[in-house]
């Protein structure tokens, strides 16, 4: 029996999947990542966008093509929002949610929806199936925030965090040579289990892969914490440090706890721990209540904050948020707003590949693109080029070349 498994959405949906994965194998299933023709088929969603979710519904008739006769089970996020959205395209469907991901095997024969409650406690029940050159760990999951634009809390639960022996003895068996911290809300690490992400950097110190962080809110960035990765020789110095908005009325709007000169303060301690540090950013742009002058205050906290490079989403609005009551901008704005965003991305990218040129850096190759070259990243999350080098090992580089999709390097 041949079983597919599709993800779509963030780090941690990939690394569900990849414990997805083993439980199928562990069953003997024959699997693959992806669509093709297959027995069973697995989905796993995301809702954290409208697209998000339309992408999720949109793969059915994907796979009615490969095999119509295929049983598919639907899991994740937008099945735990709406699972009669898929019921409703497919009634022949499993619709499994968000929690207890691989406990449809037992339920193979059964058609619906069969939707666990979140549970208390961290959920330590994936092993994921095989590693790539950077794997992701999940030890987190859940969010207390309840940002008033997103949904995600509503169908992860409470924030709960893993065990540091169990993130440990996963962190030394993965074999990668680099390993990607992840959660909903890693800067929430420990709240429930008397713990601290500090204490987790710490507990990680002698692992023999590069430790790299996910993404982090302001709060978390504190001279605790920034002491104890600065002790550490595997760590990586890339920084995800989630913005949304410089302004400080639509940040209050967001529910996000944090100004925009806090936030920068917060850039200034990193900086001053790691000065060669990358520094990426999360921005949505048309938030309901953003004004122009609203706008132009995040493209001044960019700015200053100098990012390697930014994500840009313009906003979507999620039923069942705070945000979601409010009427939307118009979506010209949007576009407008992204595109003028989009232009300070390049140009603070830029800077920092400048920055970049005639330094050493340590980096891993992990594949060959179309165009022959082989990519990957530095510690500090440089993209790397080059025609040949080993893969899956760290080498020593020097950044040579600024090209349209990275920095071309030579081997020390």
């Known amino acids: 029996m041949k079983a597919c498994v599709y993800t779509l959405g963030c780090k941690l949906n990939q690394y569900e999947s990849f414990g997805i994965i083993d439980a199928l194998q562990r069953a003997g299933y024959e699997v693959a990542e992806g669509l093709e023709p297959a027995d069973l088929y697995v989905v796993n969603t995301c809702a954290v966008t409208a697209e998000a979710e339309r992408k999720s519904r949109q793969v059915l008739a994907k796979i009615k093509k490969l095999n119509p006769e295929a049983k598919t089970v639907i899991c994740g996020c937008a099945s735990q929002k709406d699972p009669q959205a898929f019921l409703r395209k497919d009634p022949s469907l499993l619709v499994t949610g968000n929690f207890r991901k691989t406990a449809f095997l037992g339920m193979l024969d059964r058609c619906g929806a069969f939707l666990a409650d979140p549970p208390a406690a961290y959920e330590d029940c994936f092993h994921p199936a095989r590693v790539h050159t950077r794997a992701y760990l999940k030890v987190q999951d859940g969010c207390d925030n309840f940002c008033s634009y997103c949904i995600v809390p509503y169908l992860r639960g409470r924030s709960r965090s893993r065990e540091i022996p169990s993130i440990l003895a996963e962190a030394n068996a993965c074999g990668a040579a680099e390993i990607v911290l992840t959660g909903i809300n890693l800067s929430d690490y420990g709240k429930n289990i008397g713990s601290s992400l500090p204490e987790l950097m710490r507990a990680l110190k002698g692992i023999s892969a590069r430790i790299r962080l996910g993404s982090l809110e302001v709060h978390a960035v504190t001279p605790e914490l920034l002491a104890a990765l600065a002790d550490m020789p595997n760590f990586c110095p890339h920084f995800h440090l989630s913005l949304q908005s410089g302004s400080d ?49 995040t493209v001044e906290v960019c700015r200053a904050a100098a990012f390697s490079d930014l994500h840009i989403f313009p906003y979507s609005s999620r039923e069942g948020t705070a945000a979601g009551k409010q009427k939307p901008l118009p979506k010209e704005v949007l576009r407008d707003r992204a595109a003028r965003l989009e232009a300070v991305r390049a140009d603070c990218r830029a800077s920092f590949w400048k920055s970049q040129l005639g330094r050493e850096q340590e980096v891993i190759f992990e594949e060959r693109g179309e165009d022959g070259m082989l990519t990957g990243y530095s510690r500090n999350y440089l993209p790397c080029l080059i025609r040949e080098a080993p893969c899956g090992l760290p080498v020593r580089a020097r950044a040579e070349e600024i090209r349209p999709e990275g920095v071309a390097v030579s081997l020390l």
């Open 249 to 297: 009325r639509v940040l209050k709007d967001m529910n996000r706890h944090y100004t925009g000169e806090e936030f920068l303060r917060a850039v200034r301690l990193i900086r001053e721990a790691f000065p060669e540090a990358g520094l990426t950013t999360d921005v949505i742009v048309g938030f309901p209540s953003e004004r122009e002058e609203d706008f132009a205050r």
